[in-house]
């Protein structure tokens, strides 16, 4: 029936935790940058953060990745302990090599200079880190002489070879080779060491760790050279970045600062305030050509200015927490998508530029999304309906409580049906006008257009409850059977229809307003519960996403036929689909991407 491809992948944040680092990959090409959330590694645009690509060949969640000396392979870890080696060239990202080089999660790898040797470190049950071939996996080393899990490592980038490396037992290890073997460690922290890093020409190496200090090495004998500051963070440091010309240092720490340093007279250059939240801690940074990146506990991946420290030149912010809920404005150019964690970022759908709402929300799962010309509406799992300023990006003062947990709304002509666990509620101009209590645990709600019907879906009877509405009071007036708990209903753009899905894989088509079966067919061809439908603008076709990670979307006047946008999150249930226009969805996962496709039907 149709042709589809995708357009945008509005990327998820970087997974990250209090108290961890975590490690940004750098493209030797100054192209690309690289972050894991998941199972996935994920390579962004660094020039245009909308453009990315996204790996997913990892069974467990990935820790780190980073790319070969020469661009064409990046090395990824994850928390089993093993290493994938895949090309970046073709899109399908063959499998070079898998190794196991330690039985733990991998905390950061490092290549030497001519690709063909690799380091890898993190927590192993027999051994914290390993060094081998790239091309086959043989030893070439030993990674030994520190008593705990070594958070990082790296390469020395000139000969002669050594590799540093740092421990949670407050050591930096130094090693000699090849083959290497463990030299000495240095013992100047007092906390973790949570990053070491060679300057490019190799002349040096810094260290930052969890006493807020930094100290300089010389990179041949690894005599300590000075200490940067005294101390030269008030908190933790999580990330060290040198410049192109070894010549300055950027640090990230967790006191919510970024800085500057000149490695010859040990001076700070600049300091970056982030914020002054527990999020706005920075737990990682890079310094690629141009660019000077660093991350916020929150996700947030910040641009700094190295001209005007004060302001950023961009802040990439969205979500890395599974996505709940999706909307579009009237005229379909904004996005928006709530999370698990109670964070909704507002989206330019052409652009992918985004901005996170501010004020006071929920604070945890928003369970349900949607807009007027004015505002946008929130329900979620505090048991409160809320709302923003979609002109301002801000939440308002209005919190209409409710007496159990939300599992779906609706908003039609200023009719606004939000169902609890417990019953139904009407709210017309913000107040309540009318409720009705419930048994049978109520799922999904639709409003259609002119609110003269309200359906609702229910989890325990497997049933769609529609109700008319005649301004004052919902009256009952058919009951529609699913052979599962129903997962969601919508009702077409035109009135005439009404598609509803349940846990038992299938979409069924009713006419409206007879509330039968549209269709002797109905549309069964996920292979798992489908969590959601949508119409497209014109009423002609309806998409389906579902745990089985794909859209499908059907033919209203051609049921037989349908199109499969297989793996459309791979890894990951869909949660969302919206349609912006007869040819473009919007799919939200439980991976944290919001995706744009173009549907082309034939």
Known sequence: ????????????????????????????????????????????????????????????????????????YIASGDQSGKIRIWDTVNKEHILKNEFHPIG????????????????????????????FMSETGTSVGEISGQSKPINSCDFRPTRPFRIVTGSEDNTIGVFEGPPFKFKMTKQEHSRFVQAVRYSPNGNIFASGGF???????????????????????????????????????????????????????????????????????????????NYLLTVSLSGFITYLDINNPAKPIRVIKGHNKPITVLASSLDQSIIYTGSHDGNITSWNAKTGENDKIQGIGHGNQINGMKLDSEYLYTCGIDDSLRQVNIKTNTYTDLQIKLNAQPKGMDL?????????????????????????????????????????????????????????????????????????????CAFSPNNEYLAASDANRKIILYKVPEFTVAHKQ??????????????????????????DTTIIVWSVSSPNKHTIIKNAHPQSQITRVLWLDDETIVSVGQDCNTKIWNVTPI
Not at 25 to 36: H, R, V
Not at 224 to 251: F, M, Q
């Open 211 to 289: 006493d807020g200090k930094i100290f300089l090495y010389d990179g041949s004998s690894a005599d300590l050279l000075s200490e940067l500051g005294s101390p030269a963070h008030k908190g933790g440091v999580y990330g060290v970045a040198w410049n192109g010309d070894s010549t300055k240092l950027l640090t990230s720490s967790g006191d919510k600062t970024c800085k500057l340093w000149d490695v010859e007279t040990k001076s700070v250059i600049s300091e970056f305030v982030i914020g002054n939240q527990v999020e706005d801690q920075q737990v990682s940074c890079l310094w690629q050509g």
């Open 1 to 72: 029936m149709a042709a589809y491809s995708n357009k945008y992948i509005y990327a998820t944040l970087p997974r990250t935790a209090r108290g961890q680092p975590i490690v940004l990959g750098s493209d030797p090409k100054g192209k690309n940058f690289l972050y894991t959330h998941g199972n996935s590694v994920i390579i962004r645009d660094i020039e245009n953060p909308a453009i990315c690509d996204i790996y997913t060949e990892h069974s467990c969640a990935v820790n780190v990745a980073k790319y070969s000396p020469s661009g064409f």
């Open 412 to 488: 039609n002509s200023n009719i606004l049906v939000t169902a609890t666990v417990k019953e139904i509620i009407v709210l017309k101009n913000e107040k309540k006008i009318f409720n009705l209590p419930v048994d049978y645990e109520p799922s999904a709600v639709a409003v259609n257009s002119d609110a003269s019907y309200v359906v609702i879906g229910g989890s325990l009877d497997n049933k769609v409850h529609v109700y008319k509405f005649n301004g004052s009071i919902l009256e009952h007036t058919a009951e529609c059977d699913h052979l599962g708990p129903i997962t969601d």
């Open 522 to 547: 109905d549309w069964g061809f996920h292979s798992a519960r489908v969590n959601c439908v949508a119409w497209s603008p014109n009423s002609k076709l309806v998409a389906s996403g579902s745990l």
């Open 104 to 131: 733990g999660p991998i905390k950061d790898i490092a290549w030497s200079p001519d690709n063909q040797r690799m380091v890898a470190v993190g927590e192993g049950r027999e051994r914290f880190g390993h060094v």
